[in-house]
């Protein structure tokens, strides 16, 4: 019984820490955004886009957009093609918000 219990611990902790890990690489993906597309690093005759403003929705489908090349661009496709889809939406997620 005792060994049930300590299973049932080990599951229970591991997806909660799943479930933490998840939050930390949204924002860790996302610290790398901000790389360029933060508002001192443009000018008004850069091609790279502002983030600010931007819905969740609309910052998905941009990425998804260049995940599957239905959106041309020189680096964006290679980037976000090294994410899940569900990584890619939560990232949009927290730049939406932050």
Same mark, same amino acid.
């Given at each position: 019984?005792?060994?049930?219990?300590?299973?049932?611990?080990?599951?229970?902790? =591991?997806? #909660?820490? /799943?479930?933490?890990?998840?939050?930390?690489?949204?924002?860790?993906? !996302?610290?790398?955004? *901000?790389?360029?597309?933060?508002? =001192?690093? #443009?000018? /008004?005759?850069?091609?790279?886009?502002?983030?600010?403003?931007?819905? !969740?929705?609309?910052? *998905?489908?941009?990425?998804?957009?260049?995940?599957?090349?239905?959106?041309?661009?020189?680096?964006?496709?290679?980037?976000?093609?090294?994410?899940?889809?569900?990584?890619?939406?939560?990232?949009?997620?927290?730049?939406?918000?932050?």
């Amino acid at each position: 019984m005792k060994r049930i219990c300590y299973v049932a611990v080990a599951l229970v902790a =591991s997806g #909660l820490i /799943s479930i933490a890990h998840a939050e930390i690489d949204a924002r860790a993906i !996302a610290f790398n955004c *901000r790389n360029c597309h933060t508002e =001192s690093s #443009l000018d /008004s005759k850069s091609s790279i886009p502002s983030l600010k403003d931007l819905s !969740a929705q609309r910052i *998905r489908q941009a990425l998804l957009d260049f995940k599957y090349d239905k959106k041309p661009a020189t680096l964006m496709p290679r980037l976000a093609k090294g994410y899940s889809d569900a990584e890619l939406a939560a990232v949009a997620e927290y730049l939406s918000r932050n």
